[in-house]
């Protein structure tokens, strides 16, 4: 069964510094993808940013930069110009592409300070 | 677009009552799952579909029960309720095309006393 490791204690960013999140996987397949999710106090997970094992370039969505190093198997995320509403739990999620199961990572806590 | 319904938002059962968690989508996805998250925890993922009348366990199958009869409904049981099952449940779906697009749900918080 694949494995998402998220071994981060509770990061502290300083608003507008760029913070990054720690993700590394274990698995066998040869295609998969990796999501990042961010769930707020309120409890909703919103997606941030995905990467598929063969997509040459490292993905971006506004902010939101995965640092993906597949031979270490390694999926960083960056967040540029931190907010205060960036505040949440972050979810490293691995996706099996058969039948789309996701493995989620036990996440980490962002506290933005102002 | 609705996208993911679920209900109700919050529930208090009782050990060794049931009762069912509503989900729906109004998106004609395919696929949809069930997922419960522990309190600091990464979600969990109970059951799946990927289809009408097709259903599947995912790792953490025991003590539910699944059916999916239309595309747009994915109701998950809940027999004998147990204090382990406190938990807060997720439902989502995702189109067949391509990695990415999954909908959540807002979720269920359940106790179980």
């Known amino acids: 069964a694949q494995k998402i490791t998220q071994t981060q204690p509770g990061m502290f960013v300083q608003e507008k510094e760029a913070v990054t999140l720690d993700c590394t996987y274990d698995?066998?397949?040869?295609?998969?993808?990796l999501f990042w999710y961010k769930q707020p106090s309120s409890g909703e997970m919103i997606f941030l940013i995905y990467q598929g094992s063969y997509d040459q370039q490292n993905a971006t969505e506004g902010r939101y930069s995965l640092n993906f190093q597949k031979a270490r198997k390694s999926a960083n995320l960056v967040i540029s110009a931190s907010q205060l509403g960036d505040s949440a739990m972050y979810f490293c999620v691995y996706d099996t592409g058969a039948n789309s199961k996701l493995t989620f990572g036990k996440g980490i806590t962002l506290s933005v300070r102002p | 677009n609705a996208g993911v319904t679920q209900t109700p938002k919050f529930r208090i059962l009782k050990i060794g009552q049931s009762m069912t968690l509503q989900c729906a989508q109004d998106m004609n996805h395919n696929y949809m799952y069930w997922y419960r998250q522990d309190p600091g925890m990464g979600l969990k993922l109970i059951y799946y579909s990927v289809g009408a009348g097709i259903t599947d366990k995912g790792e953490v199958p025991n003590g539910y029960n699944v059916s999916r009869s239309t595309t747009e409904d994915f109701p998950l049981r809940l027999e004998l309720a147990a204090p382990s099952q406190t938990s807060v449940y997720f439902c989502a779906s995702k189109t067949r095309q391509g990695n990415y697009g999954y909908t959540f749900g807002s979720g269920t918080r359940l106790t179980v006393v």
């Open positions: 698995t066998s397949d040869p295609s998969y993808g």
